[in-house]
């Protein structure tokens, strides 16, 4: 390295992308360039971390700490794996809580001790997409001209049959799939399912099923391209006539298991369950930016990400989302709501249905209207630019517990003094929001879905052709139910801060402690505040970061759990991050996240509550 180090600088060196944000035989292709020499420096996700032998790889640099330390010893193995080249692994460590505390006791990472992976198999909706991909297996089967191409899977795009044909296959072949589905799911799941009455038909064929969003999803981008290629063909507009066809083709020669699994019809790497994608209104013209790239969130993320205006870096090319993508005959779905930001309380509602009292007392003078962007996202037809720079997080969104599903048991721990209420696990509906800047929201027209930060007299579709559609505000939101856990401390906070305010802060230290003791990633878990009454400690929500749960918060109820979770937040507080007590930063409760009250964090009034909390605890 002093070597290398004194010597000149390559006269040329290539660094590339292999992230999920790049089309998988793209990937490919930097992948087989990497390993003959073509490109020196590969910049990747976790995409690379299994089952990829590189040979001769000698230097592994690692941007952050792993989560765990099976990840660390599947990404530093990429490099050494021949013994003429020993390799080298060197991790940076960041300013954030997680970072810290392994640079400060790197032996957990370095010793390998892994956890047993635990699986929860409640997860109606994952539990779905196995079953849709294993009918739509011998479906493909007994149809195999339909396993080729999104074109021949639904016949006819413009009048599409590919959802009939597949609820006529089911319907006729029920008995033969009920039978071989029971041999897979355990008795409990596949009640869960409907399998004891047929009502898996519905779930994975019906009308509101992922297969059916996806069929008139496609259906309508390729009606209204052709009807754009028409309407630029009478006008000898040749330009918008080529780029329309281009557009229309590509649509029809997808394969068909890249569009299910983009789609999230069929299971795919990775588990968000609601997943949305920013369409850049892909081309077959090849070497363009937009073939190379496939840009997909989960929901309750893609909201803020993705949000109009947003700008997303992919492939070393920068893309503006336009708008929310429109389905023809379809509506987003929305909600009316109000909240009191002095007491935390959040209420939503149905359009049409009068606006419910808070139970706080206060009665806010606004309401408003959040829609569920579920089609996704939409950039216009701009070709993509070189970024000048990193982007800017624009946007930041907040969770709002909408209360629970079913009630649930309540108990105190420890049992002999308590010092805790807990509300065992239950599903509980969380809604995800973002407002725009400042709370401002976003104008949106509910013809064409363009979008904008800022009232426009006039707009453009994202096809490019002017629309006379009227925008009106909305925020963006995402609902979704998931396994909940309450904890409601007994005794009040003595600190001086608002309650609110003391109430995140110490939730944020709690959700950390989580993650640590239960051996996950920090954003497998979140957290927020709810409401309880004008007197004492607010509860404190965690939930498991998935629709339909993922059994993690659940093994935050007994007595021992709780203390060591406690003890963790205490040690996330300490002060070893160096920040003043009176404010926080990335190193104990600041996260991309929480943006949405960062100024109002402090580390030092948790530490005081925490420190003599565990000391009574008996």
Request: net charge neutral; proline share 5%.
């Amino acid at each position: 390295y002093c070597h290398l180090y004194e010597s000149e600088l390559l006269e040329d060196l290539r660094v590339e992308e292999h992230t999920a944000q790049i089309d998988s035989e793209k990937a490919l292709e930097f992948q087989r360039e990497f390993k003959d020499g073509k490109i020196h420096v590969l910049s990747c996700s976790t995409t690379f971390e299994l089952g990829v032998d590189l040979g001769d790889l000698d230097v592994i640099f690692l941007r952050n700490v792993p989560p765990e330390a099976y990840n660390y010893a599947q990404r530093v193995g990429r490099a050494g794996r021949r013994s003429a080249f020993p390799g080298f692994a060197i991790t940076y460590c960041r300013r954030a809580a997680h970072d810290l505390y392994h640079f400060a006791e790197p032996e957990r990472m370095l010793i390998g001790k892994i956890q047993s992976p635990i699986v929860s198999l409640q997860n109606e909706k994952i539990a779905i997409r196995h079953v849709t991909a294993y009918a739509l297996s011998l479906f493909f089967r007994n149809s195999k001209d339909r396993f080729s191409s999104v074109k021949e899977f639904f016949a006819n795009l413009g009048s599409p049959c590919g959802l009939s044909a597949f609820r006529k296959f089911l319907s006729k072949n029920k008995e033969q799939i009920e039978r071989e589905i029971s041999e897979i799911l355990s008795r409990q799941e596949a009640i869960q399912l409907g399998f004891s009455d047929g009502r898996w038909l519905e779930k994975i064929a019906g009308e509101d099923s992922r297969l059916a969003l996806a069929e008139a999803e496609v259906t309508s981008d390729w009606t209204s391209v052709n009807n754009l290629r028409d309407k630029a063909h009478n006008e000898r507009d040749d330009e918008t006539h080529r780029w329309a066809g281009r557009r229309a083709r590509t649509i029809e020669e997808e394969p068909i298991l890249s569009f299910l699994s983009r789609k999230a019809v069929i299971p795919k790497y990775g588990f968000p369950v609601d997943v949305v994608e920013l369409d850049t209104q892909r081309t077959e013209q090849a070497n363009t930016e937009s073939s190379d790239i496939s840009l997909e969130r989960d929901l309750s993320i893609a909201i803020s990400e993705f949000a109009p205006t947003s700008k997303v870096i992919a492939n070393k090319m920068e893309w503006t989302s336009y708008g929310l993508k429109k389905v023809a005959e379809k509506e987003w779905p929305q909600k009316r709501y109000a909240r009191c930001l002095r007491h935390n309380v959040f209420l939503q509602w149905d359009e049409g249905q009068e606006k419910p009292p808070l139970p706080c007392g206060d009665d806010p003078v606004h309401s408003y209207t959040y829609v569920i962007p579920q089609f996704g996202f939409v950039t216009d037809r701009t070709e993509p630019k070189e970024p000048s720079a990193r982007t800017a997080k624009m946007f930041s969104s907040k969770p709002y517990f909408a209360g629970p599903v079913t009630q649930a048991e309540t108990f105190k721990i420890p049992s002999g003094s308590p010092i805790v209420e807990v509300t065992k696990k239950s599903p509980g509906r969380m809604v995800v929001l973002c407002e725009g800047r400042r709370g401002r929201g976003f104008y949106l027209c509910r013809n064409c879905g363009a979008a904008f930060t800022s009232h426009q007299r006039s707009h453009k579709t994202p096809w490019g052709q002017q629309c006379d559609g009227v925008v009106e505000v909305v925020s963006l939101g995402h609902e979704f139910i998931t396994d909940v856990v309450q904890l409601r401390f007994i005794r009040g906070s003595e600190t001086g801060m608002d309650i609110v305010e003391f109430a995140f802060s110490l939730a944020f230290a709690i959700v950390g402690g989580a993650a640590e003791i239960l051996e996950v990633p920090a954003n497998d878990l979140n957290t927020t505040v709810g409401y309880h009454g004008k007197d004492g400690m607010p509860p404190i929500i965690l939930y498991d970061n998935v629709p339909g749960g993922a059994g993690l918060v659940a093994r935050l109820e007994t007595e021992k759990a709780l203390k060591d979770c406690l003890k963790a937040a205490l040690a996330r507080v300490e002060g070893n991050c160096g920040c003043a007590p009176n404010t926080s930063c990335y190193g104990c409760l600041r996260s991309y996240r929480n943006q949405f009250i960062h100024e109002s964090l402090q580390r030092g009034p948790v530490k005081q509550y925490l420190s003599s909390v565990l000391s009574e605890w008996r």
